[in-house]
Nanobody, 128 residues
């Protein structure tokens, strides 16, 4: 059974940091594009970052660029999202997703149509 499991969410004050993990089981993430998405209360889900299947190319939404970093550890079959300088507007449920049919040097976070496996989400709350 193919699964993605996010972890690492929690409550953090403004300006703090968190590292989210996205661990895969049932398949390898080595040659799979991974995206991170989030959904805040009352808002639509938005894509914020992705890492390509090959070459490790990364993309970020303007709202997180310079503060968030996506990376992968193939030995641990895990993708990470390091989040620094967190703001209250970063409060959301964060999801990772795998685009198993994309195996090239590019990735897209702007749309989710090619992401076919999703985790259950992890809550991030930024508040003092």
């Amino acid at each position: 059974q193919l699964q993605l499991v996010e972890s690492g969410g929690g409550l953090v004050p403004p300006g703090g940091s968190l590292r989210l993990s996205c661990a895969a089981s049932g398949f390898t993430l080595d040659y799979v594009a991974i995206g991170w998405f989030r959904q805040a209360p009352g808002k639509e889900r938005e894509g914020i970052s992705c890492i390509s299947a090959v070459g490790g190319s990364t993309n970020y939404a303007d709202s997180v660029k310079g503060r968030f970093t996506i990376s992968r550890d193939n030995a641990k079959n895990t993708v990470y999202l390091q989040m620094n300088s967190l703001k209250p507007e970063d409060t959301a449920i964060y999801y990772c997703a795998a685009a198993t049919t994309r195996s090239d040097y590019v990735c897209y976070y702007q749309t989710d149509y090619e992401y076919d496996y999703w985790g259950q989400g992890t809550q991030v709350t930024v508040s003092s």
